[in-house]
Nanobody
Framework: QVQLVESGGGLVQPGGSLRLSCAASGSIFSINAMGWYRQAPGKQRELVAGILSGGSTKYADSVKGRFTISRDSAKNTVFLQMNSLKLEDTAVYYC??????????????WGQGTQVTVSS
């Protein structure tokens, strides 16, 4: 009943930019938090950025000053603007929503993942 669809990944040169989008649809009552995680080969999944329902944000130290998380609450959409991309940003990026369904159940939902490759 709830689905998250990501878009915006791709291949970019170092120093370039990408904008990721993730839209949730389905039987949603409220969205409590939104976030972006990434996982590179051989590394653990890490939180890249998160935003709470009140608007507060957090970022991994490795992306502070370069990435910005934002949202369009009316469209149940979260964005990740990635600037000044580095080789080490290469990973599969996953969006996640913590939400309550119209049936009253709270759970975490995940997007399908989108590949970001930074390469010269």
């Amino acid at each position: 009943q709830v689905q998250l669809v990501e878009s915006g990944g791709g291949l970019v040169q170092p120093g370039g930019s990408l904008r990721l989008s993730c839209a949730a649809s389905g039987s949603i009552f409220s969205i409590n938090a939104m976030g972006w995680y990434r996982q590179a080969p051989g590394k653990q999944r890490e939180l890249v950025a998160g935003i709470l329902s009140g608007g507060s944000t957090k970022y991994a130290d490795s992306v502070k000053g370069r990435f910005t998380i934002s949202r369009d609450s009316a469209k149940n959409t979260v964005f990740l603007q990635m600037n000044s991309l580095k080789l080490e940003d290469t990973a599969v990026y996953y969006c996640t929503f913590t939400l309550t369904t119209r049936g009253g159940l709270e759970a975490d939902y995940w997007g399908q993942g989108t590949q970001v490759t930074v390469s010269s």
